[in-house]
């Protein structure tokens, strides 16, 4: 009888503890890790980081670039830029993605083991500040179409905008991830069909491909053009493909969204550019009389780069301050907000020099991983990091000034210039004993 009495005594302990570990687990689910490792217990799937890949890579100033390139090139002559362009970023971010994903650690944590701990605040602060600025940026390319099209107070839109896009990043990868589940579908089906219908317009297929420029660019300025528009979003990759079940699924999903998600942007930017003029695809909607359909694409397009770039930002100001990632997006998106219209009007100039000063941080990451380290990390709580690694921040001045004075393509000279002088600066720099670690490997 007494063991009977019992017996209900351990169902319920062993109901509450279900629940205990199931809240736990949900909860670990929800965390962002800024300062951690992602568990491989929180690791994604195939589809949920393929969504979240592309969703990151559907940036419309891809689609301004795209329109460059179709205002100065062929369109066979287009093709090939964007393949080119989309294979030396598809290597560089792909790289980062097997890094991140063996990992666990953001763009910003991964800095620590190449720059020092303190080192690591100097690209943490040029990212974070850098996606602030194209948040705020962001918020004005939505507010002021939507504004001309329906006569609304442009303030309303850019504090109603600001704080959806705010509020998605706030919540983490989770609401990234299913908001990319609804944008990417809808931006690529709308997208095809403006476009498809803007090319029967101009006389079809044929057409498009007779079509010569008036003033051409060279190939070197067009893979630049193609390089630059994205390679600073393209340094926060780790961010993001940390949270990859297996190195495959991170590669694989990085180099797909490359491949098709920004080719996809530069292609709705050339044909929009050569068939109307427009090389924004809200903008040729708007033209074609799509104004719902053209609002809904520009407001996706623009989330979900928006929400990813106060994510990042969130994270690297994590890394410098030790405050949660979730109070500095709400901060971030605060001013970003706030300061969308000067940032518009200002700060869109200063981008072209900040994005010639992120390319470097990534190739720092790559060289130190797979030249330095053998490609492995000692765990990250069990690493004694250095307070500040010179070599790192020479070798990134040495990128940056390679970008500046080398003419030619801007972008992949400041990263081979700050691998190849890292490699060097590092062994020369370095005791031989600082390059291995016997401690625990990461995962």
């Known amino acids: 009888m007494k063991n009977l009495m019992i017996l209900p ?49 559907f940036f419309s100033a891809s689609m301004l670039a795209g329109g460059t390139l179709g205002q100065g090139l062929s369109f066979s002559h287009f093709i090939v830029t964007v393949l080119i362009g989309n294979l030396i970023l598809g290597t560089y971010t792909g790289l980062l993605a097997n890094i991140a994903a063996k990992s666990g650690l953001s763009t910003h944590l991964l800095t620590r083991y190449s720059f020092g701990e303190k080192g690591s605040y100097l690209p943490s602060f040029l990212l974070s500040i850098t996606q602030i600025g194209w948040f705020g940026v962001g918020v004005m390319m939505f507010s002021v179409p939507v504004q001309t099209v329906t006569g609304w107070n442009i303030w309303i839109i850019i504090i109603v905008s600001g704080a959806l896009m705010t509020a ?25 069909i403006s476009v498809g219908s803007a090319v029967n317009t101009m006389g079809g297929v044929n057409e498009l491909f007779a079509y010569q420029p008036t003033e051409t660019l060279t190939y070197a300025a067009a893979i630049a053009i193609c390089l630059g528009s994205f390679i600073s979003g393209g340094t926060l990759t780790p961010d993001f493909a940390r949270f990859a079940k297996t190195k495959k699924i991170a590669v694989s999903t990085t180099l797909i969204a490359f491949f098709l998600g920004n080719s996809l942007m530069f292609l709705f930017g050339a044909v929009g550019t050569i068939a109307t003029g427009k090389s924004d695809i809200s903008e040729v909607m708007f033209t074609q009389g799509l104004i719902l359909p053209a609002i809904i694409i520009l407001g996706l397009n623009i989330w979900t780069t928006n929400d990813n770039s106060l994510y990042a930002s969130g994270l690297g100001f994590s890394n410098i301050t030790k ?27 200063w981008l072209g020099f900040l994005n010639m000063t992120l390319p470097p941080i990534g190739a720092i990451i790559i060289a130190d991983y797979y030249f330095c380290r053998a490609k492995r990390y000692a765990a990250l709580e069990h690493h004694s990091f250095q307070v500040v690694r010179w070599q790192a921040i020479l070798a990134w001045a040495i990128g940056v000034l390679c970008a500046l004075f080398i003419p030619g393509i801007a972008p992949l000279y400041s990263m081979l210039g700050a691998a190849v002088s890292y490699v060097v600066l590092a062994k020369v720099f370095d005791k031989p004993s600082a390059q291995r670690s016997s401690m625990k490997e990461v995962r």
């Open 168 to 192: 998605t990043a706030y919540l983490g990868i989770k609401a990234l991830t299913a908001l990319s589940f609804v944008a990417v579908p809808a931006i690529a089906i709308l997208g095809t």
């Open 323 to 349: 405050i949660a990632k979730k109070k500095l997006v709400i901060v971030n998106g605060l001013f970003g907000t706030l300061m969308a219209m000067w940032l518009y009007n200002n700060f869109i100039s």
């Open 9 to 57: 005594g351990l169902f319920l302990r062993s109901l509450l503890q279900n629940g205990v570990d199931r809240v736990s687990q949900k909860k670990l689910q929800d965390q962002d890790f800024e300062l951690q490792a992602v568990p491989s217990s929180a690791g994604r799937g195939f589809w949920k980081m393929f969504m979240l890949m592309v969703g990151f890579t």
